[in-house]
């Protein structure tokens, strides 16, 4: 499950705070309190990320990237909420290519591996669903617990936070207060968007089914009166 995966996470996180100092329950143990502090950020970032998108594509893909090691601040530096996402932002600046180049192949030799897996168990589990059924196979099934619980989250985790170390050792040195303060009011800016795209967009949605819901409706009785009344059209009365 999602909240599951949240967990997971957090104690991958700790471990990796710690060294590797620290067990599995106490790593967990831990982590509990950087729980909600973890979804805030999450929070946060996706409005800024949305935002970005709302703006156009282009910009929301340059938020993505910028924003991409938002978590680890909170548990290797103590930044909370804004300041780990405008603290992320003046890392991968001036680095954003060649972050978004690394995220690129690490996802695509993900997807493969996925893909090689997912027919080797084929081979050996069977798969009782019908052929144009949309639920994933017990093969997909078996291999997502597996490899993307198992294997891809560890991997992902760890490979984000030494691409994180990587750019904060690039910025050595150098001053990120005005950086971050840039980044900041961008920010505020973009999440702002994203809230207001995220309010029209269920406004719209709720407008569409208050607009199409009742010829919905109209439909379905017409439907039902052909089937209870062959042969006479309501509509058309010629």
Not at 2 to 22: D, E, K, P, Q, T
Not at 31 to 40: D, H, Q, S
Not at 128 to 151: C, D, H, K, M, Y
């Amino acid at each position: 499950s999602g909240l599951g995966a949240v967990f997971a996470r957090l104690g991958i996180f700790i471990v990796i705070a710690g060294g590797g100092a620290a067990g599995v329950a106490e790593a967990y143990k831990k982590g509990l309190k950087f729980f909600f502090p973890l979804i805030w950020i999450g929070i946060i970032s996706a409005a800024a990320i949305i935002g970005g998108f709302v703006l156009l594509i282009i910009p929301g893909i340059i938020v993505l990237i910028l924003l991409s090691v938002s978590y680890y601040p909170l548990f290797m530096e103590g930044r909370r909420g804004m300041s780990a996402l405008t603290l992320s932002w003046a890392y991968v600046k001036g680095y954003g290519w060649k972050v978004l180049g690394r995220l690129v192949f690490v996802a695509l030799i993900s997807w493969i591996i996925l893909f090689i897996l997912i027919m080797l168990f084929s081979l050996f589990i069977p798969d009782t669903l019908p052929v144009n059924s949309n639920e994933p196979t017990r093969a997909e099934q078996t291999v997502n617990i597996i490899f993307g619980n198992l294997i891809f989250l560890p991997f992902a985790t760890i490979y984000g936070y030494l691409l994180y170390q990587a750019l904060k050792n690039a910025k050595a040195g150098i001053p990120l207060e005005a950086e971050e303060e840039s980044a900041k009011k961008k920010l505020k800016i973009l999440v702002t968007i994203g809230i207001f795209g995220v309010i029209a967009l269920i406004a719209l949605a709720f407008y569409f089914i208050a607009i199409i819901g009742p010829l919905l409706d109209e439909s379905w009785q017409y439907q039902s009166s052909l089937s209870i009344f062959p042969g006479l059209d309501l509509i058309n009365l010629r």
